[in-house]
């Protein structure tokens, strides 16, 4: 039932010429208004899930942050070279293109031998 309904039923006068003219642009508004709300809800729940999003992302980024530290920590105190002269990681580029050939023509590459890492920072065969 519309506003327009209401007001004709609790007036004692009968509806006024335009009122199939108004009736249709309450109907419109209506509809409109309806729709502005379903597109408030959406626009909240989009939000809601990007802060969400957002924190996991921060809290990922200072957890990496704090591992980076303690390893950047542990190779100082291993005597390896500075933190500024270390080289680059490779670029996700260079890797996607050699992903990208077949193998067969890939070049062969080094053996590469990365440390394990662990959490403790204590080393019993280190004579230090």
Not at 65 to 87: A, D, K, M
Request: proline letters at 10%; aromatic letters at 2%.
């Amino acid at each position: 039932m519309s506003r327009l309904d209401a007001t004709c039923r609790d007036s004692d006068e009968p509806p006024a010429e335009e009122s199939p003219r108004l009736r249709k642009k309450i109907e419109s508004l209506e509809s409109e208004l309806i729709d502005q709300k379903i597109a408030n809800r959406a626009k909240t729940q989009y939000i809601e899930r990007l802060e969400s999003e957002r924190s996991t992302f921060i809290d990922r980024l200072q957890i990496q942050s704090r591992q980076i530290g303690q390893l950047e920590t542990r190779l100082e105190l291993q005597g390896g070279p500075e933190v500024g002269q270390l080289p680059e990681p490779k670029g996700q580029v260079e890797e996607t293109a050699s992903e990208s050939r077949d193998p067969s023509e890939r070049e062969p590459q080094p053996p590469t031998h990365d440390p394990v890492v662990t959490n403790d920072l204590s080393h019993p065969e280190d004579p230090r």
